[in-house]
């Protein structure tokens, strides 16, 4: 339905700005170094993950989606390294793809663990399809001239939006465990947002732009997947979720 109604909507057209940032200095011959350095974090989050899922006693289906959950993690990491290191409508492609590896990882992970497993699992093909499907039409749309955000925004903001009813339509007792770090997932990305809409405004009160504040909000917001997985692999208080299917 939401997929719907996105393209009912005009096309979304990215801003002529956007690829102008409130920080661009140069240090240590990087350029943009605040939003390139930034990225360090999900590099070192990312790779920790890798290591907790492939160490992890855990079905097959659930290992899969978290290792590609976490390896979009760092691909974030260097992909937005990448585009700030040399901004463009290019670079950007390689930014946008890895996080929406990442967004869609975790609705499929959410839908295993609350719905069902073998659901998740069906759901992982598809979904990362159409996350990588939305940057590559946009970045079609710009090539022929007129640029289309909409579905790019609908990957974005749908994963957060649909495991907010997964909750609240599957919730039990005994996600009560998981549930804070679900919420601050959400709560750091949705700070990430904010973070990244006051990108000047914040450089000209403090110093360090709303940019980079973004990239550290959103590494904190990825570091509570690897609080959530440990938590619903250690915890024997949870294990109605994790034999699903």
């Not at 690829?19 to 661009?24: E, K, L, P």
């Not at 598809?126 to 946009?138: D, F, H, M, N, T």
């Amino acid at each position: 339905m939401t997929l719907i109604i996105i393209f009912l909507i005009p096309p979304i057209a990215q801003p002529l700005s956007f690829h102008r940032f409130a920080d661009s200095r140069t240090l240590l011959g990087i350029p943009n170094f605040g939003n390139v350095v930034s990225n360090i974090p999900f590099l070192v989050i990312g790779i920790y993950g890798l290591i907790r899922v492939a160490r992890a006693s855990v079905p097959a289906a659930i290992r899969c989606i978290n290792l590609l959950l976490f390896a979009g993690v760092v691909l974030t990491g260097l992909g937005s390294a990448y585009y700030h290191w040399h901004p463009n409508n290019d670079t950007l492609v390689w930014d946008r793809i890895p996080m929406t590896i990442v967004f869609m990882s975790f609705l499929s992970a959410t839908v295993a663990e609350l719905v069902s497993r073998p659901l998740g699992a069906r759901l992982l093909a598809p979904l990362l399809a159409v996350g990588a499907g939305s940057v590559l039409w946009w970045h079609y749309t710009e090539m022929m001239g007129r640029g289309d955000l909409r579905l790019y925004f609908w990957v974005q903001f749908y994963p957060m939006l649909a495991i907010l009813l997964l909750l609240w339509l599957y919730y039990t007792p005994s996600i009560k465990v998981i549930l804070p770090s679900l919420i601050w997932i959400i709560f750091w990305y949705v700070i990430a947002k904010v973070f990244e809409q006051l990108d000047y405004p914040i450089y000209q009160a403090i110093g360090m732009s709303g940019h980079t504040l973004k990239h550290l909000a959103a590494a904190v917001s990825t570091g509570y997947f690897v609080i959530l997985f440990r938590k619903k692999y250690s915890s024997k208080t949870y294990p109605s979720i994790t034999l699903k299917g």
